[in-house]
């Protein structure tokens, strides 16, 4: 399995930025997808995830600014980031955790959970 992340870039303050996960492999329509972003000096945290129902959790620091989604017949996941600040400045990178038969409460949340990993993409976010 292989993840592409792609669409981060430099923007300014209060602008906006959607970044996309192609998936290629295996079908991922079962699948935890995850965004995770690291900043530099920073450990990795989560930020989004969209699990095979469609329903959709957030770190607190990006909800109601990001919308996570799947679309299931193009295996590939999206990250909406609007309003962006420099705090959101970092690498963001998808992951993608396939079904198991047990899951630990917002599993979804720990980054060792995840099977497979994208390369990261770089937001850059302007004052």
């Known amino acids: 399995v292989q993840l592409q992340a792609s669409g981060g870039g430099l923007v300014q303050s209060g602008g906006s930025l959607r970044l996309s996960c192609v998936a290629s492999g295996r079908a991922f329509y079962s699948d935890t997808i995850g965004w995770f972003r690291q900043a530099p000096g920073k450990e990795r945290e989560f930020v989004a995830a969209i699990i095979w129902s469609g329903t959709r959790f957030y770190a607190n620091s990006v909800k109601d600014r990001f919308t996570i989604s799947r679309d299931n017949a193009k295996n590939t996941a999206y990250l909406q980031m609007n309003t962006l600040t420099p705090e959101d400045t970092a690498v963001y990178y998808c992951?993608?955790?396939?079904?198991?038969?047990?899951?630990?409460?917002?599993?979804?949340?720990?980054?060792?959970?995840?099977?497979?990993w994208g390369q990261g993409t770089l937001v850059t976010v302007s004052s």
């Open positions: 992951a993608d955790r396939p079904v198991r038969t047990f899951s630990l409460p917002n599993y979804f949340r720990r980054d060792d959970e995840y099977n497979y």
